[in-house]
């Protein structure tokens, strides 16, 4: 499946960026699991959080109480609201759902959107 995220931008550190992400065409696909990851210039991709179809979330200990996953299952739409967002939250972030394939995590990903924070 083909992913399109959207939604990054230029934010001062404190502020608030909304990313969105699904199919870049309608699809009836469920996905047991909806995520972010990010990667910042010369780093590895690290997670940021995922939300389950049974709406469990999990997060990374640098994100928690900062940011907020959420999905939209009839959309087929994952969210990651970041508030307070601080220069260190600077990077790419990559989208991904997993479906399950014979018991085996499938897992596609989005192209990226970026995030500068800086004043």
């Known amino acids: 499946v083909q992913l399109q995220a959207s939604g990054g931008g230029l934010v001062q550190p404190g502020g608030s960026l909304r990313l969105s992400c699904g199919p870049s065409i309608t699809s009836r696909t469920r996905f047991n699991v909806m995520g972010w990851y990010r990667q910042a210039p010369g780093k590895q991709r690290d997670f940021v959080a995922s939300?389950?179809?049974?709406?469990?979330?999990d997060y990374s200990d640098s994100v928690k109480g900062r940011f907020t996953i959420s999905r939209d299952s009839a959309k087929n739409t994952v969210y990651l609201q970041m508030n307070d967002l601080k220069p260190e939250d600077a990077a790419v972030y990559y989208c991904?759902?997993?479906?399950?394939?014979?018991?085996?995590?499938?897992?596609?990903w989005g192209q990226g959107t970026l995030v500068t924070v800086s004043s």
């Open positions: 991904y759902v997993e479906v399950s394939l014979l018991g085996t995590p499938i897992r596609s």
């Open positions: 939300v389950t179809s049974a709406l469990r979330t």
